[in-house]
């Protein structure tokens, strides 16, 4: 891993600029940058875009990443009915409530699917017509089912589903960190990566983490993943797009990356689940050997 060149000046720089911090929802984000603000200013950005002014201010960028497949799982069971966390109201305006009424496209979507395997099996649907299979598949395109529906889903306040990579980051937002010091925090490695990020600053890396970070387990069948990676294509493109500019992630034999950091591979459903792990080392091997990375 390659780390961030201690430069004179530079841990002041953190400290009085803000470091700009992307929080993707379930991405660890929330311990990172409880963590982080022990020793840095930081800004926060959470369930919206990030603005062209943030971009420009911020003396360091990072941003909490995870395999968009699991993200968007763990997203699914965060707020599914019978737990104890509310994904909000949609509206709150009084036109938008005589217009769209209370309920939200969130509210439809656990109607349709009680599980996170009912949700995959929607995604995989061929039915055209089923009003449940294009509402799965809406949460999950970058225009919201505006094509798909022929208007854009309405959702929860604090609805994380759809709220991806591609939603903090879309627009020109990518090409504006270019020049920028980008480091990533991957929800894996949560602990680790914040904590060199500050050692990188020569500033204090403070006491304990605050939480540990439970990854999963989620599990789907080969099938159903691959139906969710499919619908997330777009996802892994822009998560592959900021690792490339991030200074700790090199993507090659010093850091055991995983396997969504490397050239998205067509993916065929009902494929056998070895045939797919072979297909992985196959394409981690190709990258190393044509110098992608």
């Known amino acids: 891993m390659r780390f961030l060149a201690p430069l004179v000046g530079l841990a002041a720089a953190a400290t009085t600029n803000p470091v700009l911090f992307v929080h993707v929802g379930k991405t660890c984000g929330g311990s990172a940058?409880?963590?982080?603000?022990?020793?840095?200013?930081?800004?926060?950005?959470?369930?919206?875009?990030?603005?062209?002014?943030?971009?420009?201010?911020?003396?360091?960028?990072?941003?909490?990443?995870?395999?968009?497949?699991?993200?968007?799982?763990?997203?699914?069971?965060?707020?599914?009915?019978?737990?104890?966390?509310?994904?909000?109201?949609?509206?709150?305006?009084?036109?938008?409530?005589?217009?769209?009424?209370?309920?939200?496209?969130?509210?439809?979507?656990?109607?349709?699917?009680?599980?996170?395997?009912?949700?995959?099996?929607?995604?995989?649907?061929?039915?055209?017509?089923?009003?449940?299979?294009?509402?799965?598949?809406?949460?999950?395109?970058?225009?919201a089912g505006a094509k798909l529906l022929g208007e854009p889903l309405h959702f929860a306040r604090l609805s994380h589903i759809h709220r991806g990579f591609a939603f903090y980051l879309g627009g020109d937002t990518l090409d504006r960190l270019e020049g920028k010091r980008v480091w990533v925090v991957e929800a894996s490695a949560c602990e680790r990566d914040a904590r060199a990020f500050l050692a990188g600053l020569s500033l204090l890396q403070g006491g304990t983490f605050p939480t540990s970070h439970r990854q999963g387990p989620h599990a789907l069948s080969y099938r159903r993943r691959a139906a969710l990676m499919d619908a997330l294509a777009h996802e892994y493109r822009t998560l592959q797009s900021l690792t490339k500019r991030a200074e700790n992630y090199d993507l090659d034999a010093r850091r055991r990356a995983p396997a969504w950091a490397f050239a998205q591979r067509v993916l065929v459903r009902r494929v056998r689940k070895e045939e797919w792990e072979n297909s992985v080392v196959r394409a981690r091997v190709r990258s190393k050997k044509s110098g992608h990375h």
Request: hydrophobic fraction near 35%.
């Open 33 to 143: 940058v409880a963590y982080l603000r022990r020793a840095v200013n930081v800004t926060e950005v959470h369930l919206r875009p990030v603005k062209r002014e943030e971009v420009e201010r911020a003396s360091h960028i990072i941003v909490s990443v995870r395999d968009p497949t699991e993200r968007v799982v763990s997203a699914f069971e965060w707020h599914r009915p019978g737990g104890d966390r509310t994904y909000g109201r949609c509206f709150h305006r009084k036109r938008d409530v005589e217009r769209y009424g209370n309920s939200c496209a969130d509210d439809e979507l656990y109607r349709c699917a009680a599980t996170a395997d009912a949700f995959a099996d929607l995604v995989a649907s061929r039915n055209a017509t089923d009003r449940c299979a294009r509402v799965a598949k809406a949460f999950l395109a970058p225009d």
